[in-house]
Nanobody, 120 residues
Framework: VQLVESGGGLVQAGGSLRLSCAAS???????????TGWYRQAPGMQRELVAT???????NYADSVKDRFTIFRDNSRKTVKLQMNNLKAEDTAVYYCNLQPRNGVGDTYWGQGTQVTVSS
């Protein structure tokens, strides 16, 4: 399984970015069995959950991003995206795409990360 992220960059506080992640080397029927998500890691900090979404559309968000970020996925295209609005300086981090088995059994996969920098 390969996860390729795109969409990071530099933006001013209050701006928006959309991150995209495409899964390859994975057939669609298997993609359905994964929970997809975005995590982030700021310098000197532990990696933390941003948002997750299951194949049936159930979402989970970190409190710090609720009402600002939206996660959505396209099962047929095997993609997951993160729309980030009203960005804040504290959102600055490397963002990682993640696939983890919904039933908790099997391997977890990570993308290479994409940098998001919010200037205040």
């Amino acid at each position: 399984v390969q996860l390729v992220e795109s969409g990071g960059g530099l933006v001013q506080a209050g701006g928006s970015l959309r991150l995209s992640c495409a899964a390859s080397r994975l057939i669609t029927s298997v993609f359905w069995t994964f929970t997809t998500g975005w995590y982030r890691q700021a310098p000197g900090m532990q990696r933390e959950l941003v948002a997750t979404i299951t194949s049936d559309g159930t979402t989970n968000y970190a409190d710090s991003v609720k009402d600002r970020f939206t996660i959505f996925r396209d099962n047929s295209r095997k993609t997951v995206k993160l729309q980030m609005n009203n960005l804040k300086a504290e959102d600055t981090a490397v963002y990682y795409c993640n696939l983890q088995p919904r039933n908790g059994v099997g391997d977890t996969y990570w993308g290479q990360g994409t940098q998001v920098t919010v200037s205040s």
